[in-house]
């Protein structure tokens, strides 16, 4: 893609002309610079001299920053040194919003709180990434896994006794959604008032949310939810079944007109036939023995085979798929769901793009992933530093050695 042909689309996007200066790092933060930068702000991602620590995580951590820092742009800074820190200052005081997601009390070390900022700029929208709102936990670490554990979703994911935590990051991913919609918000009150806001996102408070189905169910019902291995189903055909050769399938039918289409395509007339079984209450009563009568005939049937007949009796399915296999996925590739992405050393992976279309558009990569401090000589030419102090400035914010 040419410069003209990058600049033109960003200019068509919601968000042009707006300035974000990222200072956060793992997950959250770096999802809401993601998000505002895919609407098409400028997203200039600030990073010590070593660059983001996330770059270098292993293990489950490994596509952390491929994932969510495309459509940046990234400068190296010292910020333990006073020009280091003056040169950020300066570049915070260009920007529309600015974003963080580091302990309490660091930014305010560093005078970038946001009273210290709001007296620069009262049009600023600063969004800060946090464990715990404001309250009794505000000043303890958080995790995920933490919150999963104290909001009830590690509980209601589990077997009894046993908390699991979900299998992705899904607090800091919905924290630094939540964080990018306050942005939106704010952004949108401050064209009639002129001025900014502060926008806090916490990662407790996210699961808490996740949680509040199973509250009020207790609340309305005066029962407590159970796990999810462990539920009540309110259907009766809703499960995981294995298939031929061990192939498993998500199966449901909530409704009776599925329940008969289930019938007719697994050939069983004697289900319809048979009185226990003629309303879904009905059928719940039952379970334990239709699951298992309904496994039988299951079990000698290919899921190639049944797929399309499924989706010609709208009935609820869903092969169990291992996220690797997600890149092979049809409906993604043929929808325009996958993008290719360039990342910091040229190479190129195929990644999932924001789940929302505009005017049946999805939202693009712009720009591949940007090496550690590839744009810092061009922002702080804009920010009128001469080319001495910007030799000064790389040079002190050259990687060092470990």
Same mark, same amino acid.
């Given at each position: 893609m040419n410069a003209s042909t990058s600049s033109a689309q960003t200019s068509a996007l919601p968000l042009a002309g707006i300035r974000v200066v990222e200072l956060s790092h793992m997950v959250m933060g770096p999802t809401c610079g993601m998000i505002l930068g895919d609407l098409g702000a400028e997203v200039i991602k600030v990073e010590p001299p070593r660059g983001d620590g996330t770059r270098r995580l292993l293990g489950t951590g490994a596509g952390f920053f491929s994932t969510f820092n495309r459509n940046k742009k990234s400068i190296a800074l010292d910020l333990d040194t006073e020009a280091g820190l003056g040169a950020l200052h300066k570049l915070v005081d260009t920007a529309d919003v600015f974003i963080e997601n580091f302990k309490p009390g660091r930014m305010a070390t560093l005078g970038l709180d946001y009273e210290s900022l709001k007296a620069r700029d009262p049009g600023l929208i600063y969004v800060s990434h946090k464990g715990? @709102? #404001?309250?009794?936990?505000?000043?303890? &670490?958080?995790?995920?896994? $933490?919150?999963?554990?104290?909001? /009830?979703?590690?509980?209601?994911? !589990?077997?009894?006794?046993?908390?699991?935590?979900?299998?992705?990051? $899904? #607090?800091?991913?919905? !924290?630094?959604?939540? /964080?990018?919609? !306050?942005? &939106?918000?704010?952004?949108?009150?401050?064209?009639?008032?002129?001025?900014?806001?502060? $926008? %806090?996102?916490? @990662?407790?408070?996210?699961? $808490? &949310? &996740?949680?509040?189905?199973?509250? %009020? %169910?207790?609340?309305?019902?005066?029962?407590?939810?159970?796990?999810?291995?462990?539920?009540?189903?309110a259907w009766a055909v809703y499960d995981v079944f294995t298939l031929a050769g061990g192939e498993q399938m998500f199966i449901a039918a909530t409704g009776d007109t599925q329940w008969r289409a289930l019938c007719a395509i697994l050939d069983r007339p004697d289900l319809l036939e048979d009185p226990r079984l003629a309303t879904n209450n009905d059928r719940v009563m039952v379970r334990p023995w239709l699951l298992q009568t309904l496994g039988e005939t299951l079990k000698q049937l290919d899921g190639s085979a049944l797929i399309p007949q499924f989706e010609r009796g709208h009935i609820p399915f869903a092969s169990i798929t291992k996220p690797e296999d997600l890149f092979e996925d049809k409906h993604l590739i043929e929808s325009g769901g996958l993008a290719t992405l360039t990342l910091d050393d040229g190479t190129e992976t195929a990644m999932p793009l924001l789940p929302i279309s505009m005017n049946g558009e999805r939202l693009q990569p712009r720009q591949p992933i940007a090496k550690v401090g590839e744009h810092t000589a061009d922002v702080l030419r804009e920010l009128r530093y001469g080319e001495t102090q910007i030799d000064e400035l790389t040079a002190a914010s050259h990687p060092k050695a470990a």
């Open positions: 715990f @709102l #404001n309250g009794p936990y505000e000043h303890r &670490l958080a995790l995920d896994e $933490v919150v999963q554990m104290m909001a /009830g979703l590690a509980y209601m994911t !589990g077997p009894v006794g046993r908390p699991l935590r979900a299998g992705s990051s $899904v #607090n800091d991913i919905m !924290g630094g959604m939540f /964080g990018a919609i !306050g942005v &939106l918000a704010a952004l949108f009150e401050r064209k009639s008032t002129g001025i900014g806001k502060e $926008v %806090q996102s916490a @990662l407790f408070e996210n699961c $808490v &949310l &996740l949680s509040a189905q199973h509250m %009020q %169910q207790f609340a309305a019902t005066g029962v407590a939810a159970a796990p999810m291995p462990e539920r009540i189903s």
